[in-house]
Each structure stands twice: as structure tokens, then as C-alpha cells.
């Protein structure tokens, strides 16, 4: 392979090329052709011209699912000023002809029911996120996740709202950042019922399969939901390390294990609490709860919480002396 990432040109054969570095391309010095173009750069220009000094960026950002138009449209400032680092002031005449140009740019956006429809969902998207406090990029798979679903006419005869809250439980969820679905139906407004059955829907009609959650990424959800101090957290944490080394977690329900490892974890570090508390907090049965902390028990091969609770300080010696 040459220098420049080609060996010799597919037109004439010929070995000799030069590079432009203005426009990223390799030419072929015998007949002139395009035999490799470098990357793009997609992000904003820098460039300084006058009046530009405060702001130089003008290529804008790159796109993003979060806004309707993926961020491609034009948007007029409300600058009333010509070089406003001078202070000139735009004169009337030019200033109702910027404003016609706002009113058409506005009537262009948003002009059909799919439109409107989608950035009604995106706002309510973004408003969900924030109460979350879920990342940027979680919220760029949920859009796209919604979008797919607009395009299916999944959204017909059901609550905006619903879907999105669906969109956005199920991109947490593929992203290893779960939420409880109560909890997602609390923020959200929508009853969990009807959360659990947009969930399905997505699943089932855009065909995405998502992950296996690891236990661990509902514990923090669990022990928050009940109110209990991080150093419950942390303990649920260990507890669950300990059911991976003894390879007892497969095909157990993640909620379940990590419910039961909260309930252990806060009898252990001194907390009165209930299966029904935990149950609560997991949004799942008390009978559940009850049986996975039984088979928990059996699984470690302990009779009591002293006993598990000698077992994982046993373990946390170890994990310190390998260390």
C-alpha cells in the first residue's frame, strides 16, 4: 500500500500521486484521476471572518434524533443590529424582511400531522429525561426508537406520552442503564399497564431484542425507591458479585436477585425493612421477593442472614488479598 493509501490508480495503473490537502483527495498524476478522498470533517468551521469574532462556529452542530428536522433547518436569531459588535442598528424596512423570512422558515417546520406528532414526542422525550436524569445518548436511541415507531404508524390510537415512555424504557434498558417500570410510569404519567403494553408492542414490531440486564444495574434503582443509604448499595452490589463467582445467577430474573440482595443487604447493615417494602421498591410481588430470598439462601448454601453474611465478608477477604 502507498504512502497515501493507495498502491496504484484503477484507471491507468500509474504509481505517482499527489495529495490535495484542501480537499483531502489523492489524484493520480498521470490522468489526473480521484483515487482516494480522506474523511469529511463534520464538525463546526472555525474560521474567522469580520464581524464573526464573537462567534465563529458556523457549520452548527452535528445532527441529532432530538430534534425534529435532526437539527438541519434554518433558524433566524432575534439580532435586530447589522455587525451588532458595532451596534448598527438594521434599518425597518430590512428588519420586516428578515421577520418575513422568520414567519416562512416557522410555517416550513412542523407543516404535516407526522411532524407535528414527532415534535410534540420529542419534547415530551426531552421533559422525561430530564426528571431521569438520563443521558444525551440514551435519549438519541429513544428518539430514534420513536421514530421507528411513527414510520410503523405504532403511535395511531394511543397517548403520544406512551409511547415515548415506552421508547425511552426500553432504550435504558439496552443501554445497561435500566428503570423499574413504576418508576417510569410515575414520571411519565401513564398507568403501568399500559407502559408494559407499549413495551411489547416496540419489542415485538420493530423486532429489537434487548439485553440481558445484569442484577446489579437495579440495585442502585431498588435501594433509592426504598430510601436506604449507599452503604446498602454497595453491600447488594458484593452480594450479587459473589452469586456471579458461584456462577448461580443464570436464568434467574435480574429484578428478583437484585431485590433480594437489597433485602439482605439492609438487614445486614442494621435496617428494618420488610419483603413487602422491598417488593414495593422493586415493583414486583412480595410472593417473588419471598422466593428468591429463599433460593438465594439455598443457592449459597446458608440457613440465615449471619451465615450469608459471614460467606460474603469471607469473600471480600479474598477479592483484598488477590488484589
Known amino acids: 500500500m502507498g504512502i497515501f493509501g493507495v498502491e496504484k490508480c484503477p484507471t491507468c495503473s500509474g504509481t505517482r500521486f499527489i495529495y490535495n490537502k484542501t480537499t483531502g483527495e489523492v489524484i493520480c498524476q498521470t490522468c489526473g ?12 468551521e472555525w474560521r474567522s ?14 445532527q441529532t434524533a432530538l430534534i425534529a428536522d435532526r437539527g438541519l433547518g434554518s433558524v433566524l436569531g432575534n439580532i435586530n443590529y447589522q455587525g451588532y459588535d ?41 421533559k422525561l429525561g430530564e426528571k431521569l436524569n438520563v443521558p444525551k445518548h440514551i435519549l438519541e436511541r429513544a428518539a430514534e426508537i420513536y421514530r421507528r415507531a411513527l414510520d410503523k404508524d405504532l403511535v395511531r390510537g394511543r397517548a ?8 425511552l424504557y426500553l432504550a435504558l434498558r439496552e443501554l445497561d442503564n435500566p428503570r423499574t417500570q413504576k418508576q417510569m410510569a410515575k414520571v411519565a404519567g401513564i398507568d403501568k399497564k399500559e407502559l408494559g403494553r407499549c413495551y411489547r408492542l416496540l419489542i415485538k ?3 429489537i431484542k434487548p439485553p ?11 435501594s433509592l425507591e426504598a430510601g436506604f443509604p449507599s452503604k446498602v448499595t454497595i453491600y447488594a452490589e458484593k452480594i450479587i458479585r459473589l452469586a456471579k463467582r458461584m456462577k448461580i445467577t443464570a436464568g434467574k430474573d435480574p429484578v428478583g436477585l437484585a431485590a433480594a440482595a437489597v433485602y439482605y443487604a439492609a438487614l445486614i447493615n442494621g435496617i428494618r425493612v420488610t419483603q413487602r417494602d ?16 429463599k433460593a438465594l439462601l439455598n443457592d449459597f448454601k446458608v440457613k440465615n442472614v ?9 469473600y471480600l477477604v479474598e477479592e483484598e488479598e488477590k488484589t
Open 278 to 293: 422491598i417488593a414495593n421498591a422493586a415493583d414486583i410481588t412480595e410472593v417473588t421477593v419471598r422466593n428468591r430470598c
Open 205 to 207: 414490531t420493530l423486532n
Open 160 to 167: 403520544i406520552n406512551s409511547i415515548v415512555a415506552a421508547s
Open 306 to 314: 449471619e451465615e450469608l453474611k459471614n460467606l460474603v465478608d469471607k
Open 212 to 222: 440481558v440486564i445484569d442484577p446489579v444495574a437495579y440495585i442502585q434503582a431498588i
Open 86 to 126: 458595532r451596534g448598527v442598528k438594521i434599518s425597518e424596512t430590512r428588519r420586516r424582511d428578515i421577520q418575513r423570512v422568520r414567519t416562512w422558515i416557522s410555517r416550513t417546520i412542523s407543516v404535516s400531522s407526522h411532524d407535528r406528532n414527532l415534535q410534540n414526542a420529542l419534547n415530551t422525550l426531552q
Open 49 to 62: 471572518f469580520e464581524g464573526d469574532e464573537v462567534d465563529r462556529s458556523r457549520a452548527g452542530p452535528p
Open 33 to 44: 484521476y480521484v483515487a482516494r478522498v480522506s474523511n469529511l470533517d463534520l464538525g463546526p
